[in-house]
């Protein structure tokens, strides 16, 4: 700071409080909002409303708020009040009492609108703290209780605010302008993370897309990740994003932050999907290796029916005879009970109980038309089977070979060059060199559900204007196979 007192005399502080279904903000919902704004000694405004978390409230956050179902029906969903709430924090300091909190629960409904929101963040938790640190609880009720604050309807929203606003206004009266504002400036300017990490570890972090890796002791690595902004997703496991028992041990375990960077969207996506599988993170649970990965294939009986039957080794090059990728046996047999099910076909024919003479349990109870004892025209059960099961064929690749996806960089400077076969990644290059050079044979790539789901999205998706999936796709001349391994 330039000159004394600039936070406290040209600063609009929002006071700021929510009320919530639960206390994890990756599904609980907020039910209220109220803001109360002050600037250099005065409030200057104040925002409120009751909102509908499309979601029922349990009796105990009922008791607790007293905030009823009833009334918050009629109320506006956060997604309508979003751009008001928006315009209403620019340009000040979102005050909370634990503002990793509240924090993090505005945060996570803009992000399930597709929308980012930051602002600077000033905890009351943090300030008491600093300016009172002989006592040793710093709720809001031993704040009121310490400083003799009003009562107020605690667990509503503008009650809060009203005694966190108090709590701040006795605290300048009581310590006075320049300890106050030296405590609101160190508290503002403090970067937002772990207290193992280097202060400049944000700082260092690319803008652009990449994937990031976090480390703990011994170099144990705890998480891998991916964004198109890779300081601002990394920062925002420290400020409120990941309000959960997992955020807080990564964060806890967390010594050194690594990041890799990419032209693109879809090299990062790519790549993080990679490391995932062949690091072995501790704190990534989603797209691990499946080991047993499973599918569905059909094939004529010697009376013509067609059978179902589960298969582990997966030939990419004849994708179209496959239905459907399932991590587990389970999974595969529950997708036909329920194809079964929904279309009155043979449980017997389907795998889903041992053939035997005679017709299948389900016929006897009315839910198969009888292919199993020959009572139903082929032609017709097979037509009835492959459409039960259409949507599930797996698509074939649609070039002759090989192809390479160019993302290009925003400088233009280094492109990456994914070579994609089968809906399999490859490799990566970064010039026409390397591309001119590339031999395929001899090279192993893993067939893999995620990489597929991945790839398909990426490459049939209509193409969408501006979006980050933009790419140029180039197929590749005779450049050989590589080797096709099974998880």
């Not at 600037?39 to 409120?48: A, D, F, L, N």
């Not at 709720?139 to 966190?164: P, T, Y």
Request: overall charge neutral; charged content about 25%; hydrophobic content about 40%.
């Amino acid at each position: 700071m330039t000159a004394k007192h600039t936070y406290l005399k040209h600063t609009t502080f929002a006071f700021l409080d929510i009320e919530t279904t639960g206390g994890n903000s990756s599904h609980d919902r907020i039910t209220e909002i109220g803001i109360r704004f002050w600037r250099s000694g005065e409030v200057i405004g104040e925002w409120q409303t009751l909102l509908n978390p499309n979601a029922r409230i349990s009796p105990f956050i009922e008791q607790l708020t007293g905030i009823s179902n009833e009334m918050v029906s009629d109320a506006p969903t956060f997604e309508a009040i979003a751009d008001e709430l928006e315009e209403q924090l620019r340009d000040t300091v979102f005050v909370a009492h634990n503002a990793r909190f509240d924090y993090g629960f505005i945060k996570s409904e803009y992000r399930r609108l597709g929308r980012l929101f930051s602002a600077r963040v000033l905890c009351t938790v943090k300030l008491s703290r600093r300016l009172y640190p002989e006592f040793r609880r710093h709720n809001m009720d031993a704040l009121i209780e310490r400083h003799g604050l009003k009562q107020v309807q605690r667990h509503r929203a503008m009650g809060d605010v009203s005694a966190m606003l108090e709590f701040f206004t006795h605290a300048l009266a009581e310590k006075g302008n320049e300890e106050l504002e030296g405590a609101v400036g160190a508290l503002l300017q403090r970067p937002s993370i772990p207290s193992h990490l280097p202060l400049d570890t944000l700082r260092d972090l690319p803008r652009g897309p990449g994937v990031y890796r976090f480390y703990g002791e011994n170099d144990a690595l705890l998480y891998v990740g991916k964004s198109t902004n890779i300081a601002q997703r990394v920062a925002s496991h420290f400020s409120g994003d990941h309000n959960t028992s997992k955020g807080v041990r990564i964060s806890e375990s967390l010594r050194r932050v690594e990041c890799t960077e990419t032209a693109g969207e879809l090299g990062a996506l790519l790549l993080e999907l990679r490391q995932i599988k062949t690091l072995n993170p501790l704190f990534n649970r989603r797209s691990r290796a499946a080991k047993n990965l499973v599918s569905i294939e059909l094939a004529p009986n010697e009376s013509g029916y067609l059978q179902a039957r589960l298969v582990r080794e997966i030939e990419p090059h004849r994708l179209a005879s496959y239905y459907g990728l399932f991590r587990s046996k389970r999974d595969a047999e529950r997708a036909l009970s329920g194809i079964a099910a929904k279309n009155e076909l043979c449980n017997q024919l389907l795998g889903l109980e041992p053939a035997h003479g005679g017709p299948c349990f389900q016929r006897a109870l009315g839910r198969c038309k009888g292919a199993c004892e020959g009572s139903e025209d082929v032609a017709r059960y097979n037509l009835r089977v492959q459409i039960a099961f259409h949507e599930l064929r797996l698509r074939t690749w649609p070039w002759k070979g090989p192809v390479a996806i160019v993302e290009r960089r925003a400088d233009w400077v280094q492109p990456d060059i994914l070579v994609i076969y089968n809906w399999m990644h490859v490799a990566t290059l970064h010039d026409e060199q390397e591309l001119q050079d590339l031999s395929l044979r001899g090279q192993s790539v893993t067939f893999d559900l995620d990489s597929y789901k991945l790839l398909i999205k990426a490459l049939m998706a209509p193409h969408r204007s501006g979006s980050h999936q933009e790419h140029s796709v180039l197929e590749l001349p005779a450049v050989g196979e590589p080797d096709v391994l099974m998880p």
